[in-house]
Structure formats: structure tokens, C-alpha cells
């Protein structure tokens, strides 16, 4: 469905969606799912159901709601996706997992991709005044560095693999290079100057990452750690992956913040995080499909 303008309507933009932020449960970084007799089934009730977005949204939306909204959901989701690439490929370094892992990781790293611009979307003065005033707050050298998930996986993403050569490891390292350059792309648009907090905080505070600062980076993103089941750990993901196709569906990708919008990218000279564009929610549909399945055959057990 198109509006007058030609843009996508989804067939979600009729309710504003709720944006309830929830806390997020995760095992300990490398501590196994507990067991559980809970089947993962598919379940209609969380499933995303709308695939369709507008790229500027119509309605006018809360700032603050909707852009807090995003940016912790987009790291919860960013938080369970580096989790599920974690299940696949554990501490191992010379296994390389089979082609289906293999294509289930590339779809991971793409659907956090997909995150990292859906966070993104932000106005820039608004995530210096709110966003980041508060990630420094919390601590002046706050930084992704901290993020307890993303060290257990962080060799994947530094092509560091022994087998990463292999030529059935292609779409992964493809997806690697996409993520990168998306990484770079939206630090250089929220942050023209480049310099993180970390980096501005060097004189400083200790380069070091204690437990201390893991703790304070999973508060800020609402994320507790405690076991849980495979069950416990699929459903949560699949409920924000249909919440974020809400607010998608609602407020477009690039929301209408008073008469104004405020593109992350929208030309070829975002390159590879201009393919992302139109397939935020396809991707995260698709990693989710694949998660839950690869639960399923119990990889990683
Ligand atoms: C959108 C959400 C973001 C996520 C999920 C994210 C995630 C991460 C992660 C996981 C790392 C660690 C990489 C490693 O250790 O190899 C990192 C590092 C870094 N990120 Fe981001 N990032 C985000 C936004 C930004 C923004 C807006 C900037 C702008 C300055 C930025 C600048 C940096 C820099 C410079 C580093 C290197 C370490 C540091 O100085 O903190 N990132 N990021």
C-alpha cells in the first residue's frame, strides 16, 4: 500500500505502536542455555507479520520515545544476534561450522547490521543532547568495547578465523565487510568529529574492561543475566523483532520528527548501508528464522 506521495505504507501504521522498553534476559557470556522440556514452535502470536515499511514516516512521533525506543531495542536485538552467532561457533577456531551455520552466522551479521542503522536513525542533535549525554553519564568512557556478548564473537568480526579463506565462507566474510563499513558509516553520521567516548575519555580513564563496566554497559541496555532456556532466550527476540517491524511499519525507517526527516543514508554514497535500506525487517526476519531453527536441531548444544 503506498500513501499519496508513492512511500510504503505498512498495513501497521493504523495503531501507534506501545515502544514498552523490557528488560533483557541473557545467560552469561559463554554459559550454556538450561535445559528445558519447552518446545520452540513457530508462534503466530509473536511473529512479525509485517514486512513493509515507508522510509519517511508520515506520522509525527515522540523524539524521545521513539529514538530511546530504538536505541536500546536495537542493541537488545544486536545483544541476542552476537548470543545465536556464539551457539554456532562457540570458543572453537579450527571447526569450521557447516554451510548452514555458516549462512545462518552471514544472516546474523547482516540483521546487526541492520540494528546498528536501525539504532542509528536518530537526528544527530538529538542523540548528542539525550543518547550520548546519557551513555557518558553512565560513564564518560562508555563504550561497545564493554559489550560482554560481543567478545565471545568478536574474532569473527576481526576476520581472524583460520578457515575464514575457505571459499564457502564467502557470504560471511562479505557480510563482515558490510557490517564494518556500516559501523564506520553511522559512528562518521552521528559523530562527525569520529572521536568515541572511549577515545575522549583516554587521558583519562583506563582502557581496561572490568567487570564493573560490563556490568555498567548491560545496565544501561536493560539486560540481566541469569540462566535461561533456548525457549526463554527465542521468544523475547522474536517479540522485538515483531515490535521493531511495528514501529517500522508505524513511524517509517527515518521518522517524522516536527515536519522533518532525518536520513541516515539515502544515497549510493552509503554504499553497502544503502542495501539496508529497505531490508532492515526482512533480515531480522530471516536471522530469526534461522536462530530459532538452528535451536531446533540443537546447534551448539
Ligand atoms: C549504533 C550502535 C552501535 C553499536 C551497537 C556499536 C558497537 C560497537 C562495538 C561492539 C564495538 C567494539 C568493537 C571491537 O571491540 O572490535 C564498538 C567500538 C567502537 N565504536 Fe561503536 N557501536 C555503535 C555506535 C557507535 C557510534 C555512534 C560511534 C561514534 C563515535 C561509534 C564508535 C566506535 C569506536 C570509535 C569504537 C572503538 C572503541 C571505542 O573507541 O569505543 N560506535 N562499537
Known amino acids: 500500500m503506498n500513501d499519496e506521495h508513492g512511500r510504503l505504507i505498512g498495513p501497521g501504521q493504523i495503531d501507534s505502536p506501545a515502544l514498552q522498553l523490557r528488560p533483557l534476559l541473557l545467560p552469561a557470556p559463554g554459559q550454556e542455555f538450561e535445559p528445558s522440556s519447552e518446545e520452540i514452535l513457530d508462534d503466530d502470536t509473536v511473529e512479525p507479520g509485517i514486512s513493509e515499511y515507508g522510509i519517511f514516516g508520515v506520522h509525527p512521533v515522540d523524539p524521545e ?33 557447516s554451510a548452514p551455520e555458516l549462512n545462518t552466522l552471514a544472516v546474523c551479521v547482516d540483521a546487526y547490521s541492520a540494528m546498528l542503522l536501525y539504532s542509528s536513525t536518530v537526528p544527530r542533535a538529538h542523540y548528542h543532547s539525550h543518547i550520548r549525554h546519557r551513555m557518558s553519564l553512565q560513564h564518560p568512557a562508555f563504550s561497545g568495547t564493554w559489550a560482554p556478548d560481543y567478545r565471545p564473537v568478536r574474532h569473527i568480526f576481526r576476520g581472524k578465523l583460520p578457515w575464514r579463506d575457505n571459499p564457502l565462507c564467502a557470504s560471511l ?60 532466550f527465542i521468544r523475547p527476540l522474536r517479540v522485538r523483532v515483531a515490535e521493531v517491524g511495528a514501529d517500522l ?53
Open 173 to 232: 566474510a562479505e557480510a563482515v565487510a558490510r557490517n564494518a563499513a556500516t559501523h564506520d558509516y553511522i559512528a562518521a553520521h552521528l559523530v562527525p568529529n569520529g572521536r568515541s567516548l572511549l577515545q575522549q575519555s583516554a587521558q583519562t580513564v583506563s582502557a581496561t574492561v572490568s567487570r564493573e563496566k560490563e556490568e555498567l554497559y548491560d545496565s544501561f541496555f536493560l539486560t540481566v543475566r541469569r540462566p535461561i532456556s533456548r525457549a526463554q
Open 249 to 301: 511499519a508505524h513511524n517509517g525507517l527515518y521518522p517524522n520528527v516536527d515536519g522533518h526527516h532525518h536520513p541516515v543514508v539515502t544515497g549510493p554514497s552509503g554504499g553497502s548501508t544503502m542495501t539496508l535500506v529497505p531490508r532492515v525487517l526482512s533480515t531480522l526476519d530471516e536471522a530469526t528464522r534461522l536462530v530459532a531453527g538452528q535451536q531446533l536441531q540443537g546447534v551448539g548444544a
Open 65 to 97: 520515545r521513539v529514538f530511546w525506543y530504538r536505541w536500546i531495542t536495537g542493541h537488545q536485538v544486536s545483544f541476542a544476534l552476537w548470543r545465536a552467532m556464539y551457539d554456532i561457533i562457540g570458543y572453537r577456531r579450527d571447526n569450521m561450522p
